[in-house]
């Protein structure tokens, strides 16, 4: 059929650290198979980090990346009178200081960087989401979009959530078609930096783990369908107001540092694992049947288990961690 030619438009988003590490790899795996990464594939990485420096020279233009800060954290907080979406939600009484090198592990401060630099994540997403439409009828209107980060730190935690939302919102602003549009959520959990410091008992440690119950926690709610129908979002211009379409990701993996056999693997084998597998996913143009084979957990939000709903899923050969109550 003339459909089954066109390539399906793909978005790979990796937030924070842990989500330039996996789209960079993805990134040096075009770049080494093929020469380049395919015209209907685009990369980008936001972080509030400046990453530029870590970009190899062969992937240089291949991994776009944009950098959210710095910004004056504080100078919004103490008077979000005059920035109404950062008023609606900010309850906290950290002063988070001028942020430059990170969120500090504090998902909030990861959040505000979202409606700091509003802006500067419409343009890239909207530039992204429309160059494949510029091939014309060579391309199908079923994207699909990888958003990967870690929550146990600030950044990735702190966005994912809002990056999805507004992702799906300007991909059926884009032109797509509402219901072909696919969202993947790739999370990695805290024992996924714990290999490299050794901090799970530490202070820092359970830190991680609060913020990946927190950011988990808000994820089964918005998952289980609890969103009003008149719920309506607010961020600053140039994205603005609307109501989000659900479901808020049609898949959710879950990866952490050990593998089902109940080895623990180095950081570098798990990033590696994640970016080999968002490769062939979009390589091989199998889709839905690369999907099913990654499963290996049900995902039927009507099952509980352990008193969380089993909306999560791990990837075919991976040991499926969930934070626990």
Not at 156 to 162: K, R, V
Request: glycine share 12%; hydrophobic share 40%.
């Amino acid at each position: 059929m003339e459909s089954e030619k066109k390539q399906k438009p793909t978005f790979v988003i990796g937030l924070g650290g842990t989500g330039f590490k996996i789209v960079h790899s993805v990134a040096r795996m075009f770049v080494t198979a093929s020469g380049k990464v395919p015209d209907h594939v685009l990369l980008r990485s936001f972080d509030i980090v400046d990453q530029k420096g870590n970009v190899s020279g062969g992937v240089l233009g291949q991994h776009n990346l944009t950098q959210l800060g710095p910004f004056d954290a504080n100078g919004i907080v103490r008077n979000k009178q005059y920035h109404q979406e950062v008023d609606r939600w900010w309850r906290y009484e950290d002063t988070p200081g001028f942020v430059s090198a990170g969120a500090g592990a504090k998902r909030p401060v990861g959040r505000l960087a979202f409606f700091s630099q509003a802006s500067q994540i419409f343009n890239a997403l909207n530039d992204d989401f429309r160059r494949p439409l510029q091939f014309g009828n060579t391309i199908a209107n079923t994207p699909q979009v990888f958003i990967i980060c870690s929550v146990a730190g600030g950044t990735g935690s702190g966005l994912f959530l809002d990056f999805a939302f507004v992702a799906r919102h300007l991909l059926q602003k884009c032109g797509y078609e509402p219901g072909g549009i696919n969202i993947q959520a790739l999370l990695g959990l805290p024992s996924i930096v714990e290999v490299v410091d050794n901090a799970g008992q530490l202070p820092v440690g359970q830190r991680r783990r609060v913020n990946a119950y927190g950011a988990l926690r808000e994820l089964d709610f918005l998952m289980q369908g609890s969103i009003p129908t008149d719920f309506e979002i607010q961020y600053p211009e140039p994205i603005g107001s609307f109501r989000p379409s659900p479901p808020v990701f049609n898949q959710v993996y879950l990866f952490s540092a050990q593998n089902m056999g109940g080895y623990v693997l180095k950081e570098e084998e798990v990033l590696q694992r994640v970016s080999r597998t968002v490769y062939t996913q979009i390589e091989s143009q199998i889709g839905g049947l690369a999907q099913e084979l990654l499963v290996n957990e049900d995902p039927d939000p009507s099952h509980f288990k352990g008193g969380l709903f089993s909306i999560y899923r791990a990837f075919g050969t991976e040991w499926l961690e969930v934070p626990a109550r």
